[in-house]
């Protein structure tokens, strides 16, 4: 084409190029002089090419030494290029090369001969999308025949006018056969087929060849040496012009190990336990294992092909269809437990996966394992009630607050509604405890345990119970049978507003006595009480009146403990403008009387001694020996008439002496008044302790002082030999000064410190309030309502001598000649 252009033009000179990263490469030159030739490769912006390139159009230069565009090319200073024509070689719309015309000397060029060379330059860019087409072509065949090769696709093609069966080699190894044996015909062919494939492989080739259309079929191949090999084909007839069939061409391909694989799958699937079915993206079932169709209760017959939620309903808006469309559209596996309503009525274990075609499903019926489950879960809530039960009787030493609270604790539990009833020492009937699992009818019940035992009849289930001793079960049609009993017309009127189905009454007894009822009633939503509903029911009211009993002999207990030992606590006296207050809270274990003591008394000289004192122990032995220190204490400082330091040591002393095998703490303060401290209008107070908390000083400013010393002494009963220490502190009128054991500011799991810093803070706060409020406040606040120790206290509060002995302070009460 170079040639042929250099000859149409009349150039000297003519090429061809390709331009590619910048580069014109010259893939063809023609020269009509001798002695030139052109170099093969230029940069595209030292050549003419590039102003064709760059403007994408024809360039007609016909005097390159005078045009601006070309005067200061290379090729025109060096006198190589005078004229020159260059046409674009346009390839998929831009410019991919240049033919072009030159010459040394400038020349005129014709519109014929630019003509020419456009007409051969479409020519040229023809060839070259030819070639590349070419390329491409071959690179395609290379690499389907690359992927033929690698999957192992043999192609077959049959002339239907010649009879002829061409087979490529793969093909010839798939069967098993060379070239020289195979026999090239359909029946050659069949020959190899199993015989059970024989027949249908014919009809799928016949259907193909009348319709002009596919072939598909997977059939199984007998090689001659006896293996079978399973083998997948497509293919599809070819048709002339008049639509007649002539040749069938197509593709096959070994199958064996997939077929192989799925025999093993289903080999498994179908001797799983489990069961397992798969949907298609629709939903439709496309394999149904053994067990599966056992526990769906239907054949596979019926189940493949068929919709999940038209075969079976139940699934529609339940958790099957919510996990189901869950798992299809996040494509991710689900595991769920969904109960399906009859037929079926069982409860089951559904495992999803979604895959490439749908969903593969696993399940398993556990219906027997929920109902075991739900089984123990009943007995552990019937466990759980009588431990709950146990602990909230116990926890609470008041009989009828204890019982009171079992009837919020069997509903809804055991029952709808309860009430539950107490007899009192006089042989009456009282309602304490009630409770409605519908808090808005629990006003009801307690209008109708308020109104029921007015008039109430011998025939009642309820006096029946506590008559007998034995529970009164009432299965159906409770409101009938306790109407006829009630002799009230409004507490006839609730019982039917509350319509119980069932009643049940068991007495609370406990060592053949029966102390009280528990009325349990079930609504018709509910129905009646279970066997396992009444066995828990009887256990409930055994543990019920076996706490109400405890609780009983416990309040007699203590009350006798705690007469006792009030018993062995005298009252204090009362001089003139001195008021004396005492406290003793027993501790909240019956029976426990503990060592824990209060004193005040006058001496013959007419101070006023106050003592403290706590025994170690929390026993009848602590009791007695509490009882004969606080004699010897008394005893010794009346008749000496000694400090608070040298009574302490003789109370000390006296313990072995007496064979007394005890330990206590003690504190000891004397207020004193000589002329002195009566004119200044103060009271000196002198204060010993024996190991015991210091007492605190309320001064009228509202400032707490502590009396206490850096080294405190031994507690009484470890040392006799010891010298105990004596401090004297004059406070001024209007102080309160507070004694006390460490009940009042020791706790488990609190430090001392921190109980006395307590004190300190209660008694600034609180200190304004006459003394016997002020004592009441602090045991409110410093302890709980069932003390872990006994608590004793004794504070005195020194009213103003200039003024009339205060109202609140309570008569003058001094002993005979001490007035």
């Known amino acids: 084409m170079a040639d042929l252009a250099a000859r149409l033009v009349g150039a000297p000179w003519a ?65 190589v290029v005078g004229a020159y024509l260059g046409v674009p070689l346009v390839h998929e719309g831009r410019t991919s090369g240049v033919l072009c015309a030159y010459g040394p000397e400038p020349r005129r060029w014709e519109q014929h001969q630019v003509d020419a060379l456009v007409h051969l330059a479409a ?29 192992g696709v043999g192609s077959w093609d049959w002339d239907l006018a010649t009879g002829a069966l061409e087979w490529d080699d793969r093909l010839l190894e798939l ?147 919510r996990h189901y469309r869950g ?43 929920r109902r075991a489950q739900q089984r123990a879960d009943a007995s552990a809530a019937r466990l759980e009630l009588l431990a709950r039960t146990t602990e909230q009787l116990t926890e609470v030493l008041d009989g009828r607050t204890a019982v009171a609270r079992l009837a919020t604790l069997v509903v809804p539990a055991l029952a709808d509604w309860s009430v539950v009833s107490l007899l009192e020492d006089d042989g009456g009937l009282r309602d304490v405890g009630w409770a409605h699992r519908d808090p808005a009818r629990l006003g009801l019940v307690e209008r109708y345990a308020d109104r029921r035992s007015r008039g109430l009849r011998d025939s009642s289930p309820l006096l029946r119970a506590l008559a007998t001793g034995e529970a009164q079960l009432v299965p159906s049609d409770a409101v009938t049978a306790v109407r006829e009993a009630l002799g009230d017309e409004e507490a006839r009127h609730l019982v039917g507003e509350l319509a119980p189905e069932a009643l049940c009454v068991l007495p609370l007894t406990a060592h053949g006595r029966t102390l009280g009822a528990l009325s349990l009633f079930w609504g018709s939503e509910r129905g009646g009480p279970g066997v396992d509903d009444l066995a828990t029911a009887r256990e409930v009211a055994s543990r019920a009146g076996t706490a109400l ?15 006792l030992q009030r018993s062995l606590l005298t009252a204090p006296p009362e001089p003139d403008h001195l008021e004396v207050a005492v406290r003793y809270l027993p501790a909240g274990v019956a029976a426990q009387v503990g060592g824990d003591w209060y004193d005040a008394f006058l001496q013959p000289d007419g101070a006023t001694v106050v003592v403290i004192g706590d025994v170690v122990g929390h026993d009848s032995a602590a009791a007695a ?63 010993s302790s024996a190991g015991h908390p210091p007492p605190f000083v309320l001064h009228p400013d509202g400032s707490v002082v502590a009396l206490e010393v850096d080294d405190p002494d031994l507690l009484l009963g470890i040392d006799p030999s010891v010298v105990r220490q004596e401090r004297v502190e004059v406070v001024r009128r209007g102080c309160t000064v507070l004694l006390y054991s460490d009940g009042l500011v020791e706790r488990r799991g609190q430090s001392l410190d921190v109980g006395l810093e307590r004190l300190r803070r209660l008694l600034a706060e609180r200190g304004h309030l006459p003394l016997q409020e002020l004592c009441d406040q602090l045991l409110s606040e410093l302890v709980s309502t069932r003390p872990e120790d006994d608590v004793a206290l004794v504070a005195v509060r020194l009213h103003p001598e200039d003024q009339p002995r205060p109202a609140e302070a309570g008569p003058r009460v001094v002993p005979p000649g001490l007035g």
């Not at 004397?670 to 002195?676: D, F, I, P």
């Open 15 to 79: 090429q061809v190029s390709l331009v590619h990263d910048d580069v014109h490469e010259v893939v063809a030159s023609a020269a009509t002089p001798t002695g030139f030739a052109p170099r093969r490769e230029d940069r595209a912006q030292d050549t003419l090419c590039e102003l064709v390139v760059l403007d994408d159009r024809v360039v007609v230069v016909e005097d390159a030494v005078s045009d601006p565009r070309t005067a200061e090319r290379p090729g025109v200073l060096a006198g």
């Open 123 to 151: 020519s040229a860019a023809a060839e070259l999308d030819l070639e590349r087409i070419a390329r491409d072509v071959e690179r395609s065949r290379l690499r389907v025949q690359l992927a033929v090769d690698a999957a």
């Open 175 to 321: 069967f098993g056969v060379d070239r020289d044996s195979f026999g090239g015909t359909i029946e050659a062919f069949s020959s190899y087929l199993h015989a059970d494939d024989r027949d249908r492989v014919s009809a799928a080739l016949r259907h193909s060849i009348d319709t002009c259309g596919d072939f598909h079929a997977e059939y199984r191949v007998v090689r001659p040496c006896g293996e079978v090999r399973w083998v997948q084909a497509r293919g599809r007839t070819l048709c002339d012009q008049e639509g007649r069939a002539v040749r069938v061409v197509g593709a096959a391909y070994d199958t064996t190990d997939v077929h192989e694989g799925e025999a093993r799958v289903a080999r498994v699937l179908e001797s799983m336990s489990a069961a397992f079915y798969s949907l298609d993206t629709s939903f439709r079932f496309t394999y149904v294992n053994a067990e599966a169709e056992r526990l769906l209760g239907r054949s596979r017959t019926e189940l493949l092909g068929g919709s999940v939620w038209e075969l079976f309903p139940g699934t529609v808006d339940s958790g099957f269809e």
């Open 327 to 369: 798992a299809l559209a996040s494509g991710q596996p689900s595991s769920f437990e969904e109960h399906y309503p009859p037929p079926l009525d069982g409860w089951y274990e559904v495992r999803v996966w979604p895959v490439p075609d749908g969903l593969s499903v696993y399940f398993l019926e556990i219906t027997e394992r």
């Open 549 to 563: 009993e405890n609780a009983r002999l416990y309040e007699r207990q203590r009350d006798l403990a705690e007469e």
């Open 625 to 687: 020996a509490m009882g004969q220190l606080r004699g010897l204490l008394r005893g010794i400082a009346y008749t000496t008439g000694a400090g608070p330091a040298e009574v302490l040591e003789r109370l000390d002393a006296a313990i072995p002496g007496l064979l007394m095998s005890t330990t206590a703490t003690a504190a000891v303060l004397r207020l004193e008044q000589g002329g002195s401290e009566r004119a200044d209008r103060t009271t000196a107070l002198r204060w």
